[in-house]
T-cell receptor, first 113, second 114 residues
């Protein structure tokens, strides 16, 4: 069974700092890896989707990398801002389970002004 | 553009009562999903649909039923609510399967069963 782990569970940084969030998964037979953001009391917002054939994907100040063979992905946030404060989740659809996504429990990020 | 809309936002039920959660999407997406989110358990898939008139079981389907009579709507029913079904429920949709396209989520329904 696929397991997705995100470390650390919580992270607090000062504004302006560059930071990295980690995601690891146990089964490398994945189609892609997706990063989401969840604000308190809200649903998840899709940030980036990296296909299994890609090594990284960028959107604005966000850069996600994928090392499928080692079962790891990182989300790099440049020049963090207080508005980046949220919980960040990663998820993978496993090749053997069609449309079922397995989610990590997320990293709660706080960016202090 | 509304995206994915869930109703109601909050609900309190007594054990044994029934209810239906409504999900509507206006993006012409084929796939729709119901998840529940619980502390320490993360997001878990309850049921999903790959198109109008189809449904399939997810990871935790027991105690729930679903229907997809129209492409834009996906209903989640609880026939006899139990305290273990206290959770935040999220509906999501995707243009194609999640092996190719990202998920779009609604803002959730917070359900409490007493």
């Amino acid at each position: 069974k696929q397991e997705v782990t995100q470390i650390p569970a919580a992270l607090s940084v000062p504004e302006g700092e560059n930071l990295v969030l980690n995601c690891s998964f146990t089964d490398s037979a994945i189609y892609n890896l997706q990063w989401f953001r969840q604000d308190p009391g809200k649903g998840l917002t899709s940030l980036l989707l990296i296909q299994s054939s890609q090594r990284e994907q960028t959107s604005g100040r966000l850069n996600a990398s994928l090392d499928k063979s080692s079962g790891r992905s990182t989300l790099y946030i440049a020049a963090s801002q207080p508005g980046d404060s949220a919980t960040y989740l990663c998820a993978v659809p496993q090749e053997t389970s069609g449309s079922r996504l397995t989610f990590g429990e997320g990293t709660q990020l706080t960016v202090n002004p | 553009n509304a995206g994915v809309t869930q109703t109601p936002k909050f609900r309190v039920l007594k054990t044994g009562q029934s209810m239906t959660l409504l999900c509507a999407q206006d993006m012409n997406h084929e796939y729709m999903y119901w998840y529940r989110q619980d502390p320490g358990m993360g997001l878990r898939l309850i049921h999903y649909s790959v198109g109008e008139g189809t449904t399939a079981k997810g990871e935790v389907p027991d105690g729930y039923n679903v229907s997809r009579l129209k492409k834009q709507n996906f209903l989640l029913g609880l026939e006899s609510a139990a305290p273990s079904q206290t959770s935040v429920y999220f509906c999501a949709s995707s243009y194609l399967g999640t092996e190719r396209t990202p998920l779009h989520f609604g803002n959730g329904t917070r359900l409490t069963v007493t």
